[in-house]
């Protein structure tokens, strides 16, 4: 192979990564709709989902995010009536990953009383948007 190939080969693939990154970091975060997901309490050890609303935070025990939002998500709990906070630990439930299509670590899913998944975020949701979502009950 010549040189000018093997350069060429190296710099499209610098820029492929470099794309592939900046589209995940636009992605990381956003509001999705959960589809036709249904959250079964069991699932987590939980007795039952909260009156309102219950925020479901999907983490592993090597997740660095995870801490920052199961503080943020205690707090968004703790300042609206009705609503909880359950956290489910893939590494010890990774069965669930697959039964609710979470690829990576935190995801955060708002599941109103009756289980249905009304919003769901991979990576950390902005408090704002978290809070849209939970007005939307």
């Known amino acids: ?3 000018a190939l093997a350069l060429a080969v190296a710099g499209a693939l610098v820029v492929l ?10 992605a990381d975060g956003r509001r ?22 219950t925020l479901v935070q999907f983490s592993t025990e090597m997740c660095t995010r995870c801490p920052q939002v ?7 709990a703790a300042d609206h009536e ?3 906070h359950i956290e489910v630990d893939l590494t010890r439930r990774p069965d669930l990953s697959a039964r609710y299509r979470v690829l ?3 995801t955060t899913f708002v599941v109103d009383r009756s289980g249905a998944v ?13 809070t849209e979502a ?3 009950l």
């Open 118 to 130: 009304r919003a769901r975020f991979n990576g950390i949701p902005p408090h704002h948007a978290l």
């Open 70 to 76: 199961r503080r943020m998500l205690t707090g968004v």
């Open 17 to 26: 990564a470099a794309t592939v990154g900046i589209v995940l970091r636009l």
């Open 134 to 136: 939970i007005a939307a």
């Open 1 to 3: 192979m010549s040189p």
């Open 82 to 84: 009705g609503l909880d």
């Open 32 to 53: 999705r709709g959960g589809g036709h997901l249904r959250f079964d309490p069991a699932d987590a050890d939980a007795p039952q989902l909260g009156p309102r609303a």
């Open 104 to 106: 990576q670590t935190p």
